[in-house]
């Protein structure tokens, strides 16, 4: 690791990066649990989620939707190892072509989890859900 990449990781407060982006991911399972079944409901303690993920039947289409509305998603792990032999995974190979990846990393604002999330809801040709105060 070079000096310059060691200071700018040991300067950051990661219990706060943490903290952000568990914030941010219970943030989209509230609202997004009624646009797919979450894979996950709960994160372990400590857990720092990437990303949301989200099951879309048509990964590229909600993509292409997504990003012309300026909201980067991920499509991180697509494909197998050509070592390994994908036919001997199917439910591995099913969240392969279905699980799409929501951005909700600590740079994200609650405001701006709000817009992903109404983003999201309008990709997959659901109304974003109203806010309530409080």
């Known amino acids: 690791m070079s000096a310059l990449a060691r200071r700018i ?20 399972l509230g609202r997004l649990r009624d646009v797919a ?10 857990v720092c989620p990437l990303f949301y993920p989200l099951r879309v039947e048509d990964k590229a289409e909600v993509m292409a939707r997504l990003s012309a509305r300026g909201v980067e998603t991920i499509d991180f792990w697509r494909r197998f190892h050509p070592a390994c ?29 709000a817009v992903v999330a109404d983003e999201v809801r309008k990709a997959a040709g659901l109304r974003p859900r109203l806010r309530t105060a409080g």
């Open 9 to 28: 990781a040991l300067s950051q407060d990661l219990a706060s990066v943490v903290e952000a982006r568990r914030r941010n991911y219970f943030f989209l």
């Open 85 to 113: 032999d994908a036919s001997a995974f199917p439910e591995v190979a099913e969240l392969r072509r279905t699980v799409l990846e929501i951005p909700c990393h600590q740079d994200l604002t609650p405001e701006r989890m």
């Open 37 to 46: 079944p979450p894979l996950f409901n709960q994160l372990p303690p400590g």
